[in-house]
């Protein structure tokens, strides 16, 4: 299966313009490339400024909500998703759960409403530094817990889930986690997965990921892919992670 390289934009860039150019800089380094999938995930008001029909990533969004509509200010639905063109959707990242105090159940009822509207999810999940300080069978433990919560009453209807792994510890500050440790925790995830869901996913690692680390982690045989934040905004890293071999 070929790597699968999605790129988190977050809250970047500060303009309309300046999310065009890296549009541009992503689908020109994209269409050079033939072994990987590339995926962006802007902020929802990006997403109409995407190259049309025919490039060559695909798109994704940061967030969903899970009713389908209604009063609920501020939110976004799947099916709005779908109309604009959406076909990924992080589902638990980090910073929701921290920052917006997104709960496990709240995540539960985001993955059912992507599913539901054939929208894949890349869920995340990942141990906090303290965690990880007790060793990696700690943070297995950690991980599985997340896994169990966020997929509580999943049904798989769609043949495709990505989960990422993302250790709190290794994002944004240029601390990727060891590129063997992580498919180590991958494994874990993969064989988890296994024997709970039924199926291994594709198990994408995060974290600091950028030009100089990405042929680490994407080299590991085990690692399906990398979720990267902040090296997305500059085309020299997208160009070199993408073109990782
Ligand atoms: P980072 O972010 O690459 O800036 O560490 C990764 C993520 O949070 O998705």
Redesign the pocket.
Known sequence: MKKLVVF?W?MNPASRREAEELFAATERESKKVKGVDVAVCPPYVYLPCAPSAGSHFTLGAQDIFWEPHGAFTGEISASMLVSMHAEYV?VG???RRKFLGETDSMIQKKMQAAVNANIVPIF?VGETGEVRKQGIEAAKEFVGGELEEGLLGYERRVAELVI?Y?PIW????GK?DKPRESAEMVEFIKKFMKKHVGFSPRVLY?????GKNAAGFLSEEAIDGA??????LHPADIKKIINFK
């Open positions: 988190n977050k992080i990242h980090s910073e995340c990422a993302e290794a994002i944004g500050n990727a995060g974290g600091s990921v950028d979720l990267v934040g902040g090296a997305s």
